[in-house]
Structures are given as structure tokens and as C-alpha cells.
């Protein structure tokens, strides 16, 4: 499986972004998808995962400001960022769990000015 995470850059505090990963296969063969962050000097974390079925699930920090979804079609899943704060700055990981394996995308960085 390859990932491939584009839609990252600068923005203001309050702004918007969304975030793409283009999957090299049918997202329904791959149990969850999601996104995970890393800012400068933290540990990765999850940030927003969708399963096989749908489901949902974002971190707390995010809640009510990001959200993910997928176009079955396309076999991508975004990650929609809204009220951007200067602590949402970080690397941005595209991630896919299919049972006993797990695929990383590269990357894609995103810069939140105050």
C-alpha cells in the first residue's frame, strides 16, 4: 500500500486547510485510515481515523474543528482543518492499518502563524 499526503502549508491562526491522502489501493480493503501529527519536539499522535465501515473517530484537541472522511471513488481520505491554532503546527502522517500491517505516507507540514 502506498500513501501519498499532499495539502499542507502555511496559514493563519483561524484559518483552513484540508489535507489529502490518495491511496494506492480500494480503501475498503484497509481496516482503518487516518492521520497522525507530529510537532516539534512531541511524540506522534493520532489526530482523525475512519474504518472500513465509516466510523469516525478524532482526538479530543481537534474535536469540532477537523474532521475526516474519504471519497470511495478516488481512493482518498481527507483530513478538513478548521480554526487552525499555532498548536496544530506539525508534520501530518497519512497512516494505514490493514491487520498486522501498517503504511506511512511522507509527511506533509503544517504551519500555523499567530
Known amino acids: 500500500v502506498q500513501l501519498q499526503a499532499s495539502g499542507g502549508g502555511l496559514v493563519q491562526a483561524g484559518g483552513s486547510l484540508r489535507l489529502s491522502c490518495a491511496v494506492s489501493?480500494?480503501?475498503?480493503?484497509?481496516?482503518?485510515m487516518g492521520w497522525y501529527r507530529q510537532g516539534s519536539g512531541k511524540q506522534r499522535e493520532l489526530v482523525a481515523e475512519i474504518s472500513s465501515g465509516g466510523g469516525t473517530n478524532l482526538a479530543d484537541s481537534v474535536e469540532g474543528r477537523f474532521s475526516i472522511s474519504r471519497d470511495t471513488a478516488k481512493n482518498t481520505v481527507y483530513l478538513q482543518m478548521n480554526s487552525l491554532k499555532p498548536e496544530d503546527t506539525a508534520v501530518y502522517y497519512c497512516?494505514?492499518?490493514?491487520?498486522?500491517?501498517?503504511?506511512w505516507g511522507q509527511g506533509t507540514l503544517v504551519t500555523v502563524s499567530s
Open positions: 497512516h494505514a492499518n490493514r491487520g498486522s500491517y501498517e503504511y
Open positions: 489501493r480500494s480503501i475498503f480493503s484497509i481496516n482503518y
